[in-house]
């Protein structure tokens, strides 16, 4: 297999960060024949270190099968795992009250999603890597119990990066779309949450010293006047009071948001409106159909959901993503892992 190349200067500074850290990430959904790929896929271009969560006869087959050379990749199987006890205790912890004994929490941990994610709550591994073999509910539901929110964020969310070819707008065509893959209808406080999350995601992750966030609406500085508006308005206030050194403005439309001269005639003064390079959508229902008509439409490159506001670095994927997906998804996680806590995530 050749080793694949990053296509833009985003992932090229992801992967050159990638490759300086050299942090663990666990890839646990070793059923599918993706998941291999990609690990041989990282390995060979040096993005980390894989630990691989399975039955070795049964990984060892399919890898053979799909033409994946995993040699020298540790292969994990819970059962046999001699930190199978340490991880049982853990767990039995943190959810007591919900795991009623030790040897409840054993029979959990044969689920690899929860075993791997056990595995980054303890330290033996500094991220995870899933959902291109289950649902995003399946990946981020041992997340959310096992790892929980930073400290400081109060909501948990799902942004994509899009790399839009021959564009003009946010960072040369590079953007980020939040919520486009966690919440349905977040309050006017999350949004706000979401927005300076997403801001900071975009600094210490992407490298891009001043992210400029649009609440967008279907309204422009009250151009129109709705309740769905109105919760626009109030995240803006409250992104505005929590963090006024970050440029977060709405509401605006997503014209008013991406073109200057559109920017300038609907929401003159405003520090984001005709150059923003991150949308925030009032709701799931546009974040997500925005971003599928964007990598539809214009041949986007679409890296997502990837989770922000954990307290460590776990990350869902697109079930229709390819082995190169997973592996740039594995080099931006691994670059999560060398942000310090609630600083990106």
Same mark, same amino acid.
């Given at each position: 297999?050749?080793?694949?190349?990053?296509?833009?200067?985003?992932?090229?500074?992801?992967?050159?960060?990638?490759?300086?850290?050299?942090?663990?990430?666990?890839?646990?959904?070793?059923?599918?024949?993706?998941?291999?790929?990609?690990?041989?896929?990282?390995?060979?271009?040096?993005?980390?270190?894989?630990?691989?969560?399975?039955?070795?006869?049964?990984?060892?087959?399919?890898?053979?099968?799909?033409?994946?050379?995993?040699?020298?990749?540790?292969?994990?199987?819970?059962?046999?795992?001699?930190?199978?006890?340490?991880?049982?205790?853990?767990?039995?912890?943190?959810?007591?009250?919900?795991?009623?004994?030790?040897?409840?929490?054993?029979?959990?941990?044969?689920?690899?999603?929860?075993?791997?994610?056990?595995?980054?709550?303890?330290?033996?591994?500094?991220?995870?890597?899933?959902?291109?073999?289950?649902?995003?509910?399946?990946?981020?539901?041992?997340?959310?119990?096992?790892?929980?929110?930073?400290?400081?964020?109060?909501?948990?969310?799902?942004?994509?990066a899009m790399i839009?070819?021959?564009?003009?707008?946010?960072?040369?065509?590079?953007?980020?779309?939040?919520?486009?893959?966690?919440?349905?209808?977040?309050?006017?406080?999350?949004? @706000?949450? $979401?927005? &300076?999350?997403?801001? !900071?995601?975009?600094? #210490? =992750?992407?490298?891009?010293?001043?992210? /400029?966030? %649009?609440?967008?609406?279907?309204?422009?500085?009250?151009?129109?006047?709705?309740?769905?508006v109105d919760k626009?308005?109030?995240?803006?206030?409250?992104?505005?009071?929590?963090?006024?050194?970050?440029?977060?403005?709405?509401?605006?439309?997503?014209?008013?948001?991406?073109?200057?001269?559109?920017?300038?005639?609907?929401?003159?003064?405003?520090?984001?409106?005709?150059? @923003?390079? $991150?949308? &925030?959508?009032?709701? !799931?229902?546009?974040? #997500? =159909?925005?971003?599928?008509?964007?990598? /539809?439409? %214009?041949?986007?490159?679409?890296?997502?959901?990837?989770?922000?506001?954990?307290?460590?670095?776990?990350?869902?994927?697109?079930?229709?993503?390819?082995?190169?997906?997973?592996?740039?998804?594995?080099?931006?996680?691994?670059?999560?892992?060398?942000?310090?806590?609630g600083e990106s995530?």
């Open positions: 297999m050749s080793v694949i190349a990053p296509q833009n200067p985003i992932m090229e500074r992801i992967w050159e960060r990638a490759r300086a850290g050299q942090k663990r990430i666990v890839l646990p959904e070793t059923s599918d024949g993706r998941t291999l790929l990609a690990a041989e896929m990282v390995v060979k271009a040096n993005l980390g270190q894989i630990t691989l969560i399975g039955k070795e006869d049964e990984v060892s087959k399919l890898a053979k099968e799909v033409g994946a050379n995993i040699e020298g990749i540790p292969i994990v199987d819970p059962e046999k795992s001699e930190k199978l006890e340490a991880y049982a205790q853990k767990l039995f912890e943190i959810r007591k009250g919900k795991i009623p004994t030790v040897d409840d929490a054993k029979k959990i941990l044969q689920d690899y999603l929860y075993f791997g994610v056990t595995m980054v709550k303890v330290g033996d591994a500094d991220g995870m890597v899933a959902g291109a073999a289950n649902t995003s509910a399946d990946v981020l539901r041992p997340a959310f119990q096992i790892i929980k929110t930073a400290k400081g964020i109060s909501i948990a969310s799902a942004y994509f839009i070819p021959n564009c003009p707008y946010g960072e040369n065509g590079f953007l980020l779309y939040a919520d486009s893959g966690g919440h349905p209808n977040p309050t006017a406080e999350e949004l @706000a949450d $979401i927005a &300076i999350t997403t801001c !900071l995601t975009m600094k #210490n =992750i992407f490298g891009i010293e001043e992210p /400029r966030a %649009a609440m967008l609406s279907f309204s422009t500085k009250g151009s129109a006047s709705h309740a769905i626009v308005i109030e995240a803006t206030k409250i992104a505005n009071q929590k963090r006024p050194d970050l440029l977060i403005d709405g509401e605006l439309q997503g014209d008013a948001a991406l073109i200057p001269e559109i920017g300038k005639k609907k929401a003159p003064g405003s520090p984001v409106a005709g150059r @923003a390079n $991150i949308l &925030i959508f009032p709701d !799931l229902n546009c974040g #997500n =159909i925005a971003y599928k008509l964007t990598e /539809r439409l %214009a041949h986007a490159e679409a890296y997502g959901p990837l989770l922000q506001g954990l307290g460590k670095p776990i990350n869902d994927l697109s079930r229709g993503c390819k082995p190169s997906d997973i592996a740039n998804v594995v080099a931006i996680v691994a670059v999560k892992a060398m942000v310090p806590y995530q």
